[in-house]
């Protein structure tokens, strides 16, 4: 095969997806901080499947229709700095394919070779030993050796070949990886979805099936490995809760228009389109316009459209009883693994209640001046971020990374002229920046880049809604550079990192990016952990307490706090009832 078109990237595509998603708890346990919420694994596989489901049902000849489309689902499932990575890597990889209906072993090396410089730029301070670098050394070996009439599989062969080389060069680039004895996780996940694109031009198209959590000798430089991940559909897990109907429609705009018909605007049918639903993809081509949308009321959104024009196709699917198969297929998979459910995951129900035909259209609401957006997961941390004049809290952080999309759809609720977003997690800055570029043209997005949770909270409290957006961010970014951050979680593994020895379920103590201490007993790693953190300048303690902090815990520890530091500190401690964390810890 010399030349490949959009049917055949379509296969390689769904091979590399499924390749990924029999992987990642694999590319998860690739972590180098020993903590229980390794997820990048997790969060490519979630980019990727968003991709799919871009091209699922789509059947383009043409190639870069093909990676256009999956790079645009990419972008808006984006989760995590290594899914926005991914995200931008196709990106890169569709422009590089621009205008093109096939490509060869040249077109193809141009593709991946546009994939590395666009993933390159999407990044403030590239750092060699990633996924990045992983991109860059394949790509350039199949660009140094792509030949005119080179078959397609070879030249995937070529990257695939080089990919695995450079992934095992990784911890030669990056310290902390050489210590902890692993490769970098997130070029591992992109090995997997190169390894099932050489795949299927193999006519070995990779199939899903239960995800494997068995540690490689590829993977792995003999430290012992994390626990065995959950076996199951974690997918659903990140699902909206929503299901409703999946409702697509082909119309005709008349070129005369009826007495009964409307005259179609296309800004604002989307706008209607937006407000009453999600997965969105509405194209108009000349009188013709496509429509796909998940909605509670597709009654209500084809009473709509049928204003403007009339139909020539229409496909209605019931998501709810979809997901119901697909989580009985879940159980069954979890009984043959020998998996129990867990009695705290409740069942989603959705009901639809009839279409509301009389109601008029609503006129937009006016754009206010201000919203705040904050990431947190926690009733407690929500509450106090709402306290803090919070608008909307976009439901994630350590152990659930939110998406582009979930970012853009916040923008979108919140219906102001500028929205101040405050991610409180590094892993998640990328995907906020992203949601903030998409959204530019409509409103004013300022991320601040907060990377924990007391960030958040601090450049919450300076807000001032009669400060410009500009004095906001000044004062918001001072603010937050004068806090010391801190968390505790428990140990996944035995290991020793930053020259601190960690044992397995005990707890470490986090400051910045680097653990300070590890104890048995999670209230001794809060006191060792402050004194590192406290000094002669600091004035305010404030402790934000996890779900695993007993009443009786909690007591010991606000005594043994105020009496090291009462006389030097004000203290605060508050319920978070944030999960996996035990504390969250800010000094000022």
Known sequence: MIKIDGVILK??????????????????????????????????NLTMQSGVKEIANKNDSSIYQVAKDFARGLLMGARGNSGVILSQIFRGFSEG???????DAIGLANAFLSAKNVAYKAVMRPVEGTILTVIREASQALYDKAEKNMPIDECLDIVLDEANKSLQRTPELLPVLKEVGVVDSGGAGLCKVLEGFAKALHNEIVEKSMPSVTETASYSTGKPSAPQAEVGNVQSKFEHKEFGYCTQFLMQIPEKL??????????????????????????????LVKVHIHTLKPGNILTYAQQFGEFKMIKI???????????????E???????????????????????????????PAERKEYALISVAVGSGIERLFRDLSVDYIVSGGQTMNPST?????????????????????????????????????????????????????????????????????????????????????????????????????????????????????????LLDMLEKMVDADSQIITILTGQDVTKDELKKLTEEVKARYSSRCDISIEEGNQPVYSFFVSVE
């Open 11 to 44: 296969q390689m595509i769904l091979s590399g997806a499924n390749n990924l998603y029999n992987s990642y708890p694999e590319i998860d346990n690739l972590n180098v901080f020993p903590v229980p919420d390794g997820d990048t694994g997790t969060n490519m």
């Open 405 to 525: 999309a979930d970012f853009v759809e916040a923008i979108k609720k919140v219906h102001a002229k500028n929205v101040f977003i405050f991610p409180n997690n590094g892993n998640i800055l990328m995907a906020a920046n992203q949601a903030a570029e998409l959204m530019k043209e409509e409103c004013n997005v300022l991320v601040i880049p907060t990377k924990t949770i007391p960030e958040g909270l601090v450049a919450c409290m300076v807000y001032n809604s009669a400060s410009t957006p500009e004095e906001n961010v000044e004062s918001m970014t001072e603010n937050v550079a004068a806090v010391k951050s801190g968390e505790i979680t428990y140990a996944i593994k035995d290991t020793t990192i930053d020259g601190v020895t960690v044992a397995k379920d005990h707890f470490m103590g986090i400051t910045g990016k680097k653990i300070v201490c590890c104890h048995k007993h999670k209230i001794n790693t």
């Open 97 to 103: 394919l621009s205008g093109k209906d096939e490509v």
């Open 333 to 363: 998979m979890k009984e043959e693994a020998g998996v129990k459910d867990d009695p705290s995951q409740q069942k989603i129900a959705v009901t639809t209640s009839a279409p509301d035909f009389d109601k008029k259209e609503e006129k």
């Open 258 to 287: 009826p007495r009964d018909k409307k005259v179609f605007n296309e800004k604002r049918f989307k706008a209607v389109l937006e407000a009453h639903g999600n997965s969105i993809v509405c194209v108009c081509d000349g009188d």
């Open 317 to 331: 699917d019931n998501m709810t009883e979809q997901h119901e198969e697909l989580m009985f297929e879940d159980k």
